[in-house]
């Protein structure tokens, strides 16, 4: 398939003019020339450069990846079948197989925008964080949307050590078989399907640990449970995590919130004002 340029740009820049900063939880301010989106700012909310994306804008840039265009359809807050034309316009072909896949639907994307003070990531069943709000980002840090596996928080439980200071040392062991258990199960729900092929054998090549925890066999569906964050702002707060699955099954909402008689809201209102300052401030 041949990538359109032409139309890949002007289908960007229309999407873009229709995305109000509302809409992604931007305030509006005085100094718009537009009532839609900043390319900085769609930039932002897709994890990629604003050269990249200006580039694409302008008809010049290099193919985009799928993982791209899913970064690109969950800014730009594309229907389906808008998705699907990104995807063509691109020379890709539009994501096969089951109906959400990587594409958040516009709905709840703006659920995560309605939560301003609750943490809430979307992930996939794989554990890809899929999109997240600013509270997320905050509390949470900051996910590559576009690499594979970049965003998938199994993999970088297992390959980057950095990913684990966020939680208490006892409790390692702990998350690393809720991460096994729960990626087990769906795989056992995905058999044949080569995204969990090739993720579970890179993990077992990168992993002596995540490979013996493999072989246990152990199966989870992760639902409802409490954690402990480290975070270096606001030191450490303990969270509910509620998850709520999607009609299709391989979306699941996160919610965390604080437990009842904690202090974890009153941390969480701190770092709303010192931790998601760079997201909201208008460019």
């Known amino acids: 398939m041949t990538i359109d340029r032409d139309g890949l740009a002007d289908f960007l820049r229309r999407s873009r003019d229709r995305v109000r900063p509302q809409d992604v939880g931007l305030p509006v301010g005085t100094r718009r020339r537009t009532p839609g989106l900043r390319r900085e700012e769609i930039a932002q909310l897709a994890a990629m450069s604003v050269d990249y994306y200006i580039r694409l804008e302008q008809g010049r840039g290099p193919q985009p990846s799928p993982e791209m265009l899913a970064a690109l359809a969950r800014a730009l807050r594309l ?86 200071t966020a939680y208490p040392a006892d409790e390692h062991d702990h998350y690393s078989r809720l991460h096994v258990a729960d990626l087990r199960a769906a795989a056992g729900r995905r ?53 709520l699955f999607a009609p299709e099954g391989d979306q699941r909402v996160v919610l965390h919130t604080p437990p009842v008689g904690s202090d974890t809201a009153e941390r969480l209102a701190l ?9 909201s401030t208008p460019r």
């Open 79 to 164: 229907s389906d079948d808008e998705r699907d034309h990104l995807h063509l316009l691109a020379g890709r072909r539009p994501p096969a197989g089951r109906i959400s896949g990587d594409h958040v639907s516009p709905g709840l994307l703006h659920l995560l925008d309605q939560l301003p003070t609750t943490p809430v990531q979307v992930l996939g069943d794989l554990g890809d964080v899929l999109a997240q709000n600013a509270m997320a980002e905050a509390l949470l840090g900051g996910v590559c949307t576009v690499s594979e596996h970049g965003r998938n928080v199994v993999w970088r439980w297992f390959t980057d050590p950095a990913q684990r």
């Open 271 to 279: 770092l709303k004002v010192v931790g998601t300052g760079q997201f």
């Open 191 to 243: 058999v044949g399907d080569p995204a969990v092929t090739r993720l579970v054998e890179r993990l077992r090549k990168a992993s002596e640990e995540f490979s013996g925890l493999w072989e246990l066999h152990e199966v989870a569906v992760r639902r409802a449970s409490r954690m402990r964050i480290v975070h270096p702002l606001i030191g450490p707060v303990d969270l509910d995590c509620q998850v």
